[in-house]
């Protein structure tokens, strides 16, 4: 199972490890192929701008989220997990850092005096946005897009009850939990998964239909697969890069745009946990194996204007920008929008600056291919091999044919994302 944990500091793995390493402990026999893609600091409406890129590269069969920041964003970001994916969602409500209120009937009410849990006098809203996020919006969107949710505010509050503990018992630097809260928090997440038994995540989306298993093609013929969706892969027992000869609709994989996916942006020196650009826009249909380096240069003391040159591995020199303005590279193969930078922000948050000569890079990969095997209990290893990813979330034909001598194949299974945006 490859779990994704998203979010921002709260998801660090400081607890995820934790719980990660007790359900590996509790289900034997499930391999959980772990992630964590958390970007500390990051609020809704940056992490809006990079979880597409995130999720399409992982593509998981399970994703826990939680986030702070705009509820619009917020949603969209759900959006974007239900549309790129087919995975299972849980998302998370907050912990406990101001105490807990009663939820507010927001609105225009005849009265002066606000309620408990509200402020303003006769228009009211939520005291606190995180009451509002955990006990409202969250639990709508749940509702509206099939979401799993972990009542982790609920149960933290009874645990400090319980425990005759005050809020800041469990805090470090509000809202960072201390150790003890980061156990906690690992041992509330995986308490509620044993919690759920059998009942599935999903219902209302009909997951029995988002992830189809195909019968396994028999080495040496060609097959034919339909299906709906935007991925698929073949599941065996050892690898098969090179052993399949394939079809998708008629195009080999390399002529898929999904097929081609760009990394991340390389790390900056002054927040290491951060990309130095939230994204960069790659031309879909730029079907090359590349590898892009961009210096930063001129760069003034609060990092906000700056310049830089743009080169490629394949074509060179792709052109100079500044950090105020659109980029487009001169082969037409790159953009990079000016809400994109970090720079000034991570001064902001650090207290320090970049140097002059700065440089970070990102790649374009070809990934309809082997991914990392995955060890099993037994001491054997599960091989996904992806025929093809990032397709329009349609019907699709696969004709394939395996090598005699390829490793024992499972089933090919197919993904159908259950939101098309």
């Not at 805090?171 to 995986?190: C, I």
């Amino acid at each position: 199972m490859k779990v994704l944990f998203y979010g921002q500091s709260i998801s660090t793995p400081k607890w995820t490890d934790q719980a990660i390493a007790t359900l590996r402990a509790r289900y034997p026999n499930v391999a959980f192929d772990y992630r964590n893609l958390a970007l500390g600091g990051w609020g809704a409406v940056l992490l809006e701008q990079a979880v597409a890129r995130d999720v399409e590269e992982v593509y998981p069969d399970l994703i826990v989220f939680h986030a702070y920041g705009d509820h619009r964003a917020y949603e969209r970001i759900i959006r974007t997990l239900r549309s790129r994916t087919a995975a299972d969602i849980i998302i998370q409500t907050d912990h406990v850092v101001n105490p807990l209120e009663p939820v507010c009937d927001t609105g225009f009410h005849l009265r002066w005096s606000p309620p408990e849990g509200c402020v303003g006098h006769f228009w009211f809203k939520q005291r606190h946005w995180e009451e509002f996020m955990s006990g409202v919006w969250e639990p709508a969107l749940a509702a509206k897009y099939d979401l799993a949710l972990e009542p982790r505010r609920q149960r933290w509050n009874n645990y400090l009850q319980e425990h005759n503990l005050q809020i800041a018992d469990l805090l470090a630097d509000p809202p960072h939990p201390n150790a003890e809260g980061w156990a906690l928090m690992a041992n509330l997440f995986t308490s509620w998964i044993e919690e759920l038994g059998e009942h599935s995540l999903n219902n209302g989306w009909k997951t029995s239909d988002q992830v189809r298993s195909f019968t396994a093609p028999v080495p040496g013929e060609k097959t034919r697969y339909e299906f709906d969706g935007n991925r698929a892969e073949l599941i065996a027992a050892g690898p098969l890069d090179g052993k399949v000869i394939l079809k998708i609709d008629g195009k080999d994989p390399g002529e898929i745009d999904g097929c081609w996916q760009n990394s991340r942006v390389t790390r900056l020196t002054n927040v290491p946990d951060w990309p130095a650009l939230t994204k960069v826009d790659v031309r879909q249909s730029y079907r090359e194996a590349d590898v892009w380096t961009l210096r930063v240069r001129n760069l003034d003391i609060s990092q906000k204007n700056f310049d830089f040159d743009v080169e490629s591995a394949r074509t060179g020199a792709e052109g100079s920008g500044s950090g105020k303005d659109v980029f487009k590279s001169l082969s037409g193969n790159v953009a990079i929008e000016p809400g994109a930078w970090n720079l000034s922000y991570a001064k902001m948050i650090s207290g320090k600056g970049l140097a002059e000569e700065q440089s970070f890079q990102w790649e374009r990969r070809f990934v309809c291919a082997d991914e990392p095997p995955t060890a099993l209990a037994n001491g054997a290893v599960q091989q996904r091999h992806v025929l093809a990813t990032g397709l329009p979330n349609t019907r699709h034909v696969i004709e394939l044919t395996v090598l005699s001598d390829t490793p024992a194949i499972l089933e090919l299974r197919a993904y159908r994302p259950p939101l098309i945006d």
